[in-house]
Nanobody, 126 residues
Framework: QVQLVESGGGLVQAGGSLRLSCAAS????????MGWFRQAPGKEREIIAA????????YYADSVKDRFTISRDNAKNTVPLQMSSLKPEDTAVYFC???????????????????WGRGTQVTVSS
């Protein structure tokens, strides 16, 4: 069992930056493929970024490509999400997720993940 906790959310003006972090207790995150999702009010939860277990492969949704960066910090047992050039449409609750099953790449569907954090709110003002 692994517990995931997101942090780093908040209120930022359009064009600004935020750095989210996904921390784990109970397990080492380096053994899991990881993903960041977000859910805006009235919308379905969507994948925005994913990273393979080794960190060698990453995936980005078109909406965040070239603005967001997912990485792994094995020393801190965290998976950061660096967000820049933020837009009001980035406003959402952001969730991290971990896949405990065998993995060899990146995963983009909610059903591919086994553990979820409770989310952190990101609000981008115009």
């Amino acid at each position: 069992q692994v517990q995931l906790v997101e942090s780093g959310g908040g209120l930022v003006q359009a064009g600004g930056s935020l750095r989210l972090s996904c921390a784990a207790s109970g397990r080492t995150l380096s053994t899991y493929a990881m993903g960041w999702f977000r859910q805006a009010p009235g919308k379905e939860r969507e994948i925005i970024a994913a990273i393979s277990r080794t960190g060698g492969s990453t995936y980005y949704a078109d909406s965040v490509k070239d603005r967001f960066t997912i990485s792994r910090d094995n020393a801190k047992n965290t998976v950061p999400l660096q967000m820049s050039s933020l837009k009001p449409e980035d406003t959402a609750v952001y969730f991290c997720a971990a896949r405990s099953r065998y993995s060899s790449g990146t995963y983009t569907s909610m059903k591919d993940y086994d553990y979820w954090g409770r989310g952190t709110q990101v609000t981008v003002s115009s």
